[in-house]
């Protein structure tokens, strides 16, 4: 295939969201020639697919080359696969070679929070709201941070007002939700889902919502700009 129809199909592919097609394509890519720029899209895609595995299979001939896209991908993966400690291996090695990139600062944040360091995660992901990741990222992030804290006025005192300024990201919709109704106050919560049409049912979703314990650490948002 020339590049100039790899390029044409990337691009119809793309506009589709079709992660299948552009597997199959990258894969083909591949086996025309090696090349680390194909390769890090065929394991980004993956990864987006949520094939962590596949992802990292992919990565494993590039993980001893510095690169911040590398290092980025590969600490994603290893969050998703509860791997704090291979992860923050990762993001050390991405912090020596860019220690003023966010997302590495948005990624270290995550695992510290999912190793229940509360307070270094906050700074973390300070630092990489300063360093300009996207508004949204961060302050979801600062939450899910103060609830996984039990500190639910704080994690709905962030996403409420972005909420009412017409910010509706359906992850901090979830967890504004969520706060409210472990705060109790569960007239506005079903305010929320009815207006949002979260659920068929808003009685049964407040219900689910008040019986969980403990988050989940997909709630953490490891989208970077």
């Known amino acids: 295939m020339s590049n100039k ?3 044409y199909r990337e691009s119809i592919l793309l506009k589709a969201n079709n992660h299948a097609g552009l597997v199959t ?7 025309q020639k090696e090349d680390d720029a194909i390769r890090l899209k065929l394991a980004n895609t993956y990864y987006l697919t949520g094939d962590t595995k596949s992802s990292l299979y992919y990565l494993q001939p590039m993980i001893n080359k510095p690169s911040e896209s590398i290092y980025i991908l590969q600490a994603k993966n290893l969050i998703n696969n509860n791997d704090s400690t291979n992860a923050i291996t990762v993001i050390n090695k ?3 070679i860019s220690p003023n990139n966010a997302e590495a600062h948005n990624l270290h944040g995550i695992v510290l929070a999912n190793s229940g360091e509360v307070r270094k995660a906050e700074v973390a992901i300070e630092k990489s709201r300063a360093l300009f990741i996207p508004d949204d990222t961060a302050m979801n992030n600062l939450a899910v941070v103060a609830m996984l804290d039990n500190r639910y006025s704080d994690a709905v005192r962030i996403l409420l007002p972005d909420y009412l300024a017409g910010k509706k990201n359906s992850l901090r919709l979830h967890n504004l939700v969520f706060s409210l109704i472990q705060l109790g106050d569960t007239t506005y919560a079903k305010k929320i889902i009815i ?3 979260m659920a ?6 407040i219900l689910a919502l008040s019986q969980v314990q403990s988050l989940q650490q997909e709630r953490l948002s490891d989208k970077g700009a």
Do not use: I, N, Q, V
Request: proline share 5%.
């Open 5 to 7: 129809e790899f390029l």
């Open 25 to 31: 394509l990258y894969r083909e890519k591949l086996k």
């Open 195 to 197: 207006a949002e049409k």
């Open 94 to 96: 991405l912090l020596t």
């Open 200 to 205: 068929k049912d808003p009685d049964e979703l």
